[in-house]
DNA sequence: TACGAATGTTCGCGCAAAGAACAAACTCGG
DNA sequence: CCGAGTTTGTTCTTTGCGCGAACATTCGTA
């Protein structure tokens, strides 16, 4: 049940229940294919005609095409529909704080080419930079495809609108318009997006066809700091000013160590990488010696995970902390939205084995019902790309996403 | 951008567009009232023509009214049309701990008669109780207007789909089906709903034509427990099962007293009526013998309140205190959700006076920005009987939402 | 080779959106 | 008092799409 916005609504026009069933009718191809016309007859509960006539305009759009006939136990052999993604290209940008990863994917969400720099800090200087290597990159494997967009995930909160990167500490970035640049100088639409919702966008979008696919989810990151994606209902949720989803900066307890947001006891204060290894080497978290002490001694997040996974003592108690007070953090998520499940990102998920027992037995100490208790938490490995393929759901879900109505 | 369930879609028909358009008609009616043809023409951006048919539509459904027409600067005078709401009647029931509310309304939520009784624990008794009771509601008040459904409000989560009560600590009520009886026994369409929901429902359906309406807020009703409705782009945030919003029960700190729940330092260890009562008595929060001793003491929420408001310093400071928790918990939601508006219910918000100044001052402190820190906290007083509002909002909602596509 | 069965296409009907034309009802100025 | 101008509301025609029925196609099988 819905509330019609009567400030910014869209009417419905003789045009709509087409644009409507065409969406319907890709999202069934998308997911059953390959589907023959009849069985999409059957499926949406419409004549063969029918089917016929939208799937002929999907085709010339470009968005579906046709495979061969296939046999069938009796009767006139059925042609196969396809969603058309081989040939439809998409760059997906990752711009962390050391690295920026360019991955050339199809419009599924397959791999072409990747490559990184050093992250120019400069927007301006990274547009020309980006221009130049997305150019070589479509030259060397393109193949003359189409490229249907760039899709910029970022380390920040993002205005998705217009496309304005509000706040991105890792970068030093304020305010800064990155999307028109980049779009006049490759000529290409541009999508910017904070990485935690991407990566849920990529999740929703770009599953493996036939799983199911969760509407009501968040997906957690754990990184430098925590952030969030959630979608309620299928669609993202922003909240008033882009801020929604900082579960980073829940306080677990009152006093606790000194965050970075200049609260206390954050979650982020516990579990982000910062947190961990700071705490593999023995040392209390606080902000501004913490950064000098990891990096001057020269242990990653990586090192503390390779080691825990060799046993070594330390390692295995910084992490098991790690996970403890991220139960408790899951748990507050649990309480609050009640997905069917949550999905956590992170260098820290290569050690998921020793992570996933004490997150669970946190969560099933705080829940308020078993079945709060059994909501599934999953992780996802970072060697899946999972913010580039975050950065390809930016152009490719428009597509499939339901018409705006009413 | 929402994502397409391919697993139940709704698909377009040759009537969608009218049936989208008439409840955007419609809508458009109820927000600006009196309204005449041509106004809404222009608004729609349809002709004059169109409008005519549609309102001729929802007139016969005797959705609109035609009435007199209007002085205009010149130029044929315009006939403003109205929504039908004085002569369309529901039933607002609501279930409490000690006593059962029922209120005969209009359709936009006006009080016509309002009675009370004890409340009745077994469903089926309780059933047979409004069955008579309602009946001679309508036979007193109703003049034969036609009475559209009841509503029941209960203190508990609901399965909103099956009208089914999972469970109501208060009521003793697990998996009770309280829905179908109650049809039965009435013959009306019945909605059962969870208070906080319900009360937020209200908010969004039942508001001061003109006002804006917010589509991103969170209800927090403060009563014996801390209940919440999450409303996240204009639709009710149930989760997975129904169990979201449980901010009562997101903790504040490690340790700190211990909750209904079983966990330690709940928000509603803190600021729920009994935490703020045995406060004032000078007792520490334990589910135990809380209630024994509050019950014993004989003082109410209403009389803190009361000798708050007198500025008996004992009562002050307990709501002070309370007011200091509520604030910490509301930052969590803040941070969560990020709500254009916060709307407090419960019998502290009459001494709003003395809570608001120490809500946003902890608002404040723990608010990541500026924009974040000025969320609108809004009171609503229980003398506006929001709960019964919620209601009668069950039953009037329907007819006005957004009809579901795709 | 005829028949049944399934897929895919074509065609005609009916309904609603869209917009033009028309009727109605008022003001204002001569 | 009457006509021009203006705004509202209705009616009528055109257009395009959903929908179902009829038709064409292509297979297996008797």
Redesign the interface.
């Known amino acids: 049940?819905?509330?019609?916005?009567?400030r910014s609504?869209v009417?419905?026009?003789?045009w709509?229940?087409?644009e409507?069933?065409l969406?319907?009718l890709l999202?069934?191809v998308r997911?059953?294919e390959p589907i023959s016309r009849a069985e999409l007859a059957r499926r949406?509960?419409?004549g063969r005609g029918m089917v016929t006539y939208l799937t002929a305009e999907l085709i010339s759009q470009g968005a579906l095409y046709q495979g061969d006939t296939v046999d069938s136990p009796r009767g006139r052999r059925p042609q196969m529909l396809y969603v058309r993604t081989h040939d439809r290209l998409v760059v997906a940008v990752d711009v962390r704080f050391s690295s920026t990863f360019i991955m050339l994917t199809d419009f599924s969400g397959h791999a072409i080419a990747l490559e990184s720099f050093d992250t120019i800090y400069d927007p301006l200087a990274l547009v020309a930079e980006l221009k130049h290597r997305v150019a070589r990159l479509l030259a060397s494997h393109g193949e003359g495809r189409h490229c249907e967009g760039l899709g910029l995930v970022v380390p920040g909160m993002v205005d998705a609108t217009t496309g304005r990167v509000l706040n991105a500490p890792q970068l030093g970035w304020r305010n800064v318009d990155i999307r028109k640049p980049l779009e006049e100088a490759l000529g290409l639409a541009v999508q910017v997006e904070n990485a935690p919702i991407a990566c849920a966008l990529a999740r929703?979008?770009l599953g493996q066809p036939g799983a199911a696919?969760p509407?009501?989810f968040v997906y957690v990151t754990v990184s430098d700091g925590i952030g969030s994606g959630?979608v309620?209902?299928?669609?993202?949720?922003?909240?008033?000013?882009?801020?929604?989803?900082?579960?980073g900066?829940?306080?677990?307890?009152?006093g606790g160590p000194l965050c970075l947001?200049g609260?206390r006891g954050c979650l982020e204060a516990f579990t982000s990488n910062l947190a961990t290894v700071s705490r593999y080497l023995g040392a209390d978290f606080s902000p501004d010696t913490v950064r000098n002490l990891v990096h001057s001694s020269n242990v990653t997040i990586a090192d503390v995970v390779t080691r825990a996974l060799a046993r070594e003592p330390r390692a295995v108690a910084a992490l098991e902390e790690t996970a403890r007070h991220l139960g408790?953090g899951l748990a507050?998520?649990i309480?609050?939205?009640?997905?069917?499940q949550i999905v956590v990102g992170g260098e820290i998920t290569e050690a998921w084995e020793l992570l996933a027992p004490v997150i669970r037995r946190e969560i099933s100490a705080?829940a308020?019902?078993d079945?709060?208790a059994a909501?599934p938490i999953v992780p996802e490995l970072a060697t899946t790309y999972p913010r580039l393929r975050g950065g390809t759901a930016l152009i490719a879900?428009?597509r499939?996403?339901?018409?705006?109505?009413?």
């Open positions: 049940m819905r509330k019609i916005n009567t609504f009417r419905a026009t003789r709509t229940p087409r409507i069933n969406q319907i999202n069934l997911e059953h949406m509960k419409i929703m979008w696919v509407t009501d959630v309620v209902n299928g669609q993202v949720v922003r909240g008033q000013t882009n801020s929604a989803g900082e579960f900066h829940v306080p677990l307890m009152d947001c609260g408790a507050v998520i309480k609050t939205l009640s997905p069917t705080r308020l019902t079945l709060a909501t879900a428009p499939f996403a339901a018409p705006r109505i009413a």
